[in-house]
């Protein structure tokens, strides 16, 4: 497993508290949101190529319907898309590789594991429940800088994620950013972003994490 580390310390002793991104980081859910977006072609009879859609998660939902609507009809199908998700959404979509053991591992060690992303949040929350992953702490319809002002609140000293604008979270927060390949971002776009960590994906995050946290004992 690839793993890039900086030279950045993060000396603070304050009680562990890691933030996750849910989409492309926790969960897999690239197939719920072609579902919800199939339902919105139904039923507004615009085109949209849902491949692509897909293929770039991360930004919020009127980032990407921005792509496909005008300006004036994006709230409009922004309702539209979230009324269908709930039904279409949920059940397709799949924990990641790694999910629920970083989560329980922040926790094992006496931390806060919480969730920080764009998804509304509760379609996150029923992300998580359908799933069984159980963070401490769920915050929704926030993106890239705005994650780092929920993080810096909540006194994270990790904020983990897939896409660059997780990376610019966590600099704003002043938090050590983790990312992980498993999102539209590879390695050296996260890297390039400023991770100070960069790993394949959620599998090896535990033990990076029991050693982050010894090093920030010691």
Request: overall charge negative.
């Amino acid at each position: 497993m690839a793993v890039m580390t900086s030279t950045v310390h993060h000396p603070d002793h304050h009680p562990l508290t890691v933030g996750f991104d849910l989409d492309m980081t926790l969960i897999d859910s690239r197939p719920g949101i072609a579902a919800a977006f199939r339902v919105l072609v139904a039923e507004t009879g615009v085109p949209i190529d849902i491949d692509l859609v897909v293929s770039r998660l991360g930004p919020p939902l009127e980032t990407e319907l921005a792509h496909w609507f005008p300006a004036a009809e994006v709230p409009a199908a922004a309702v539209l898309y979230r009324a269908a998700y709930p039904d279409h959404a949920i059940d397709p979509s799949t924990a990641l590789a790694g999910a629920r053991e970083s989560v329980a591992a922040v926790q094992a060690l006496g931390g806060r594991a919480i969730v920080v992303t764009a998804k509304n949040e509760v379609h996150a929350k029923l992300h998580l429940s359908h799933l069984g992953i159980e963070p401490d702490t769920v915050i929704g319809s926030l993106w890239a800088e705005a994650k780092g002002e929920a993080l810096r609140e909540q006194g994270a000293q990790v904020y983990v994620g897939d896409h660059t604008g997780d990376v610019r979270g966590a600099r704003v927060a002043a938090a050590l950013s983790v990312g992980v390949t498993t999102g539209p971002c590879d390695a050296a776009e996260l890297r390039t972003a400023g991770a100070d960590v960069v790993l394949e994906d959620l599998t090896g995050f535990p033990a990076w994490l029991t050693a982050f946290e010894a090093d920030r004992a010691a």
